[in-house]
């Protein structure tokens, strides 16, 4: 049942950093009006992709270096899709032209979301893994 509490308390501070986001901040994109081409450039939501991020990973080393007896895939898909979720929020924040408007994008956009993806697959591959550990046990 403690991972209840650890749910709750997680859920209660994104709560909070919305609120704090929604009232702080003065405009929707930082660059007005959002020029995102097809992207969510929004404050609210790279900033939830770095939240997102920052749980994953945390959890992950805690399960790391914690004295119980956890599966190695579960971790690597939580580091995995952790660093994805950090690369997107960097796709959603910084490099957010796409070139679906006018045919002329970034060439970091691709290769933030390429590599973002390829750990995205690592995360599901290595869950897959979990899945069939448990099941054949």
Excluded: K
């Excluded at 490099?95 to 933030?112: C, H, L, P, Y």
Aim: glycine share 8%; with cysteine.
């Amino acid at each position: 049942m403690n991972w209840w509490y650890g749910l709750t308390f997680l859920t209660l501070v994104y709560g909070g950093f919305v609120v704090l986001i929604e009232f702080t901040v003065d405009s929707e994109c930082l660059d007005e009006p959002c020029n995102s081409e097809g992207l969510d450039n929004t404050v609210l939501g790279w900033t939830t992709d770095f939240f997102i991020a920052g749980s994953m990973i945390l959890f992950g080393l805690h399960l790391l270096i914690s004295q119980h007896a956890v599966y190695f895939s579960t971790i690597i898909a939580l580091l995995c899709m952790g660093v994805a979720y950090v690369l997107g929020g960097l796709g959603h924040s910084i490099w957010t032209n796409s070139g679906f408007d006018d045919n002329v994008a970034q060439q970091e956009f691709f290769i933030t979301w390429a590599i973002s993806f390829t750990f995205m697959t690592v995360s599901v591959h290595q869950t897959y893994r979990f899945v069939n550990q448990i099941l054949n046990q």
